[in-house]
């Protein structure tokens, strides 16, 4: 059982990232029906002129990868995995020894002894493969559970972090996984949003 952890969708970041801040016309602006092409071209944004409209961009590869927590719970799946192979493989080991037992003294037992001895193997054979499908579904749970933690608590941190500071009418994801194809490295904010994440998390850690 082998998982890629917290490869972050950029696509549901991004539902959660887009925000657009709604402003109201004033009384002048809904009246003006002419007008420079950069005029009329602001009055067809819903909720905001292109001038007053703000952008960033947070690289979530950058994130994946300089996020502790990120770290932290990879190794937590990493060794939550190790443990369920080995319990499955202890499993199989005993069981391989018990057939190998049974071929030593097989011969000496009786047909209904043979039977018995057979049908406990297969039945201990099939535990085991049930036990290993157990644990694969326990790890898919997990790492999507783990997963859904650390893209809230990233949506959740953009958000406040937005409110304190910046007032950005749109924040989108960057990075192999996005579809942004240019964006003018000034509107990068990744760095910041980084910093805080970790910031707050370690103070975290520190009281636990």
Same mark, same amino acid.
Do not use: H
């Given at each position: 059982?082998?998982?890629?952890?917290?490869?972050?969708?950029?696509?549901?970041? /991004?539902?959660?990232?887009?925000? /657009?801040?709604?402003?109201?016309? !004033?009384? =002048?602006?809904?009246?003006?029906?002419?007008?420079?092409?950069?005029? /009329?071209?602001?009055?067809?944004?819903?909720?905001?002129?292109?001038?007053? *409209?703000?952008?960033?961009?947070?690289?979530?590869?950058?994130? #994946?990868?300089?996020?502790?927590?990120?770290?932290?719970?990879?190794? %937590?799946?990493?060794?939550? =995995? =190790?443990?369920?192979?080995?319990?499955?493989?202890?499993?199989?080991?005993?069981?391989?020894?018990?057939?190998?037992?049974?071929?030593?003294?097989?011969?000496?037992?009786?047909?209904?002894?043979?039977?018995?001895?057979? %049908?406990?193997? !297969?039945?201990?054979?099939?535990?085991?493969?049930?036990?290993?499908?157990?644990?694969?579904?326990?790890?898919?749970?997990?790492?999507?559970?783990?997963?859904?933690?650390?893209?809230?608590? $990233? *949506?959740?941190?953009?958000?406040?972090?937005?409110?304190? #500071?910046?007032?950005?009418? *749109?924040?989108?994801? !960057?990075?192999?996984?996005?579809? /942004?194809?240019?964006?003018?490295?000034?509107?990068? $904010?990744?760095?910041?949003?980084?910093?805080? *994440?970790?910031?707050?998390?370690?103070?975290?850690?520190?009281?636990?």
């Amino acid at each position: 059982m082998k998982y890629n952890f917290l490869k972050v969708s950029a696509l549901a970041l /991004v539902c959660g990232f887009v925000s /657009v801040a709604c402003q109201s016309k !004033s009384p =002048e602006q809904g009246a003006t029906t002419g007008g420079s092409p950069e005029a /009329v071209a602001a009055r067809q944004v819903p909720g905001a002129a292109l001038s007053e *409209l703000r952008i960033a961009t947070v690289n979530m590869d950058s994130i #994946n990868n300089g996020f502790q927590m990120v770290a932290d719970i990879q190794r %937590e799946i990493q060794q939550t =995995e =190790e443990r369920l192979m080995t319990d499955i493989q202890n499993q199989a080991n005993r069981l391989q020894k018990d057939y190998d037992n049974y071929l030593k003294v097989g011969a000496t037992m009786t047909l209904s002894d043979q039977r018995k001895k057979e %049908e406990e193997l !297969s039945n201990r054979q099939q535990e085991i493969a049930n036990l290993q499908q157990t644990y694969s579904n326990q790890m898919v749970s997990l790492q999507a559970q783990r997963m859904e933690e650390v893209t809230n608590r $990233i *949506l959740d941190y953009i958000k406040r972090y937005n409110e304190a #500071n910046a007032q950005y009418s *749109l924040i989108i994801t !960057s990075g192999s996984m996005s579809g /942004v194809l240019y964006a003018v490295p000034s509107m990068d $904010i990744t760095s910041a949003v980084l910093k805080g *994440l970790n910031d707050e998390y370690k103070a975290e850690q520190s009281k636990k």
